[in-house]
């Protein structure tokens, strides 16, 4: 194992004459580099279990007989270590080079990995200019690989490397060696094309040239590239990337192992989904509509447009008729900017950002129960933890590499694993958590609320209660206890088929862990009651007297970049920067001393009372930046109906979405790779975003329009560059600097713990610990739509590579569900219920539960008039991703 | 031709025997286990065996009880056996013949150091195109099971032993014990590099032993006539008992024979052997199995026994013997052996992975008159390359014909590639390279 054992004890050891001290369990490759000597390697890879095929790192060690591969030998005390200074070791590598050139094609002009080669990089080093093997070269014919990963085997040095990751790292095992010998080829696991997460894993991790990416063969040789390093747009793992760009054209992604919060390790929406910034639809100038049609215009026009109408309409109805939306895929610095300018120069509260859609829900239960508005554990924590409890995550699609870490801690560390997901275990063509889970409570999208009172339930019958706690608030624990004891194990298994010893043992696995983090995703925070469930999993934390244990905590997955961003940066209506809270005046008199202007003391509001008031009359104009509600909420939630009653609606966008359609203006913004300034991640992790190409057309940083703005309305916020709002963001929060590589996560407050345990969970309590109304008809089916591992949003149909994998919405069904309804793969189904019918194609997936159609929310376009609406009462997250339909094969399909 | 007391062979050779259990019962068998189980404890019998001085059979001749010794004695959760039956070394052919004809004896074997290692579950890996072999072999683990010599309270002591067959899928690489265990877990057959061994972690990272089938179908003598018995038979005190050598090649009669070990190569060849089939005089002769470098002449007064044939510079290996005449090409032997190698070589290791196929190469270009000067400079090279530096013992395998050949006989090498220097067109041109 790479990662030596936690103890402090060390071992020194001699390299080359150099002296080095290592824990004990270091391996005598790392132990060497650690001193500057660079042992030449194929095989090897700091993530990987060693394999010692390759031979390359042969070194002499002092009475050990034979020469040792330095990549599975272990250092000890007193050894004696010769690399580059054993004449033996050194003619060792230079055989084992003539060797693997024997067969290598030597086609490095026409290579991609030609300039960043490890076999070029050593050959130039040890070998001569010429081979003596003089025989033939073994071919293997041209086989096509998959869409976006390129295979040529003849250059295959056999180092297993991309099977080794695939297995180990990313739990998909989609690649194989097949044949013998020299005839050893690398292929997709079955007789069909590649067909797996598409990570890039196997790309990234090839010494050679054998696994390369077709999105950018053949443009380019690494010296032409230049570095950006960055971090993923996609979703709130917040993964360190780094843009390699070729004459201001995106060519590729790369990851660095050992940074970033991914250790290198990406999805495929990092490594294969880069081009949507160079989509020929992006937005280059200001768009303004006359009658039906847009016309382009310059900047000023567009914005003294906008600067007007927002004034005339302030002036009309007042401030509180303007509204404003804003995307969590936005830097901290463009949501700062965009709620100083709504509650500073417009004069209202009344905004709203993404993390509404779900991540509020997270956010406001750890505020509430801990007093953060962050986890209080890190990556670390889950990749050390020794039990996790995953809820309602579906975490391969929804926070991939926030799953890696837990497939680490499982895996690789033995950690016990509970689920509560949708899914069921089977193997299919991407990984699947719940195949590792010790305990798997495998329920129906509708279940996740009661399965999690049946773990509170089994928990409080086990009697797994923290004694200290209890005794100091006996009246919280009984009145949990008490509603608990009034629900049946049988109503509970009526709603999720499990029964009670099930809970029972995951309650036991659960109350034995001493490094606890419970891991919750969309099925719950997106689903209805999903701020219900996430406090009652807080409780589980806090009954059981986990909550305050170092390593342990709720970690709740933001779905988008900087839905945490979002929310820290003040962009949902009624919490100011830094998570306080707008009723607060002794905070908001802070606020506007530092602002120099004042804040509005109306109360904020939420997206869907921002609908709601449109649909009245009552909201008149309305700024939405980079989101697209028209595409993200059903036709149930008015939505429609709302913009088309707006007087003034005014787009801020990459694209012409569904939303900028009809808006009176549209402002050309830039994305991602074309601006600097900060993301954080779902761990709470800031972290610098940076130019990697120009700006596309006459688009501008989200910031910088805002800004402009301001200066139209003559309330001038002017900032030369993004740094000086990183400053004043710095200065009014001190917890937002961008933090080094580990950084310590949040404290739970025991004066807010004591304040929820002895008055404020009274608040709730009653209907949190209620079994939902089950009101299963039974011919009837639960349709989810979520998330799927190949997209993010509508956002990440613009990306060429993602579309290549997945390019059009199916819903899919359990093979033997699909069977019992008559249906095969590919046919065609009328799915309706009494808001609508659609007709879709069938996919098959034994992962799906039985009696549960998924669809990807990403090409919802028209299986979203299914959909109901309904918004939480506590934290106005609106509920869309559930319905029940019926299913329906159309003949002749 | 003089006769010996065979030990592992001596119920095959009573006439009518079937290898049934009823017949192995009335042979005496069976009494080992009950003995065993009744009055002994497991360290007594690891004791007793490492009193017998058995060696591995399987070829690397690793002391039997020392190997059990090494599984950790307070180790919770499963251990394991494995009897590696996947006999695939060219040459050698006398575990199938235990397997076929008397499989009782080594599942006898196999239940007794399930008890001495503290093992429940075990496994006969056997060679996948053994398909009779382990058709007797499940139908022998049914008749014991239903005896009570295996199951779940095995003659009444409430211990648990059950065995397993289970068929290869036709790789010489699984005979490899790492390379076994891996298969077994339902992997691609390759070795593992060690440390760790698999007395700490073997089939599932689990302790386990490893042993030959032969090794297996001592035991059960060993436990019945004492440790002490078994030490004094052979060549005491490092090869003791009698192995089963594989006689093949230019012989009047092939076979297998059991003889003491120790007993000088011409004695085995010629007297037990029946001596060459013509009148041809003896070439050379691989003592041990294809991975066992060739001898000659001059080596056949050296004792069959582990030490001896090291001395000379080979291994007794598996125990195959084959014979070569007058009058066969030492270069077409090796190249014969070499293709095998290539054929076989699992693909993990660099050298011999890529050694094995250059070496087959160059070797038939030798063979087919288009050798060229510094071809044996650069097969020795690679074989030195090769031996010592891979993980498993395959690669010390595949240059063992060569690098023989090439110190006995590099006189045939030489003169072929003489002819072919001979015969080439002396063309100033520049070569057009073709496939």
Redesign the interface.
Known sequence: MPTPSTTTETVTLTIDGQTATVPKGTLVIEAARQVGVMVPHFCYHPKLT???????C?VEIEKMP??Q?SC?TQATEGMVVKSSSSVQAQE?RK??LD??L??HPLDCPVCDQGGRCDLQDFSHEYTATSS??Q??K??FPKEYFSPLIETQMNRC??CMRCVRYCDQIMDVKAL??T??????EIKAFGAHELDCEFCGGCVQICPVGAITSRLSMYEFRPWMLKRTDSVCGYCGDGCQITFQTKDNALIEINSTQGSGRNNGDLCARGYFGYHVSEHPDRLTLPLIRKGDEFQSVQWEEALELVGQQLLDVKAKYGADAIGGLISGRCTNEDIYVFQKFMRGVVGTNRIDSSARYGHLNGVHALQRVQGTHRWSVSFEDIESADTLLLVGTNITETNPITGLKVKEAVKRRGAKLITIEALNPAIGSISNIVNLAQQHLGVKPTGFSTAILGLLKAVVEQSILDAELQGKAPAYFNAISARLQALSWDAIFAQTGLASDLFTEAAQVFGQGKKVVVLVGPGVLRSEGGFGMTMNLMDLLLITGKLTNPGCGLAPLAEENNDQGAFEMGGTGAVLPGGTSLGDPAVRENLSKAWGRPIPDTPGSSLPQLIEDAQQGKLKALFVVGENPLASLPPSSGIHSALEKLDFLVCQELFLTETAQKAHVVLPACSYAEKDGTFTNTEGHIQSVRTAIDMVGESRPDWEIFSALSVMMNNPMEYGDVKEIGKEIRNLLPGTRTLGPAPLPAQPDSSAIARYVTTDYQRDIAPRYQLPVNDAATDEITLQVSQSLFHSGKFSRKAKGLLQVEATGKIYLHPEEAARRGISDGDMVKVSNSLGEVLTPVGLRERIPQGVATFPEHFDEEIRQLLPYKVDPETQVPYYKLARVHLKKVVGS | MAQYETILLKNMEQPGYSGSLEDYERAGGYQALRKVLKDMQPDQVIEEVKKSSLRGRGGAGFPTGVKWGFIPKDHPGPKYLCCNADESEPGTFKDRQLMERDPHQMLEGMAITCFAIGAETSYVYIRGEFRLGAKILEKAVQEAKAAGYLGENVLGTGRTINIFVHAGAG?YICGEETALLESLEGK?GQPR?KPPFPATHGLYQKPTVVNNVETMANIPHIMNKGGEWFAGIGSPPKSCGTRIFCLSGHVNRPGNYEVPMGMPFREFIYDVGGGMRSDKPLKAFIPGGASAPFLTPEHLDVKMDFEAVAMAGSMLGSGGVTVMEEGTSMVWAALRLMEFF??????????C??????LT??LQ?IWNKQGRQGDLD?LD?LCK?IA????CAFGEAEVGPIQSTLKYFRHEYEELIREAEATRPQSKEIPVFT?
Request: a positive charge; glycine letters at 8%; proline letters at 5%.
């Open positions: 060693p394999d010692a095929n390759c031979r390359m042969l034979r020469l591969t599975s060792a055989m084992v060797f693997i024997a067969n003596r093997f025989e033939l073994r071919v040095v056999q194989a060696p044949g013998r010998g020299t005839l050893t | 790789a691609r590099f290539y054929h076989e070589s699992c693909g993990k290791c660099t050298p992975r890529e050694g094995s196929s250059w190469q160059i270009r650069l090279e390359n010592g530096r891979t993980i496939h």
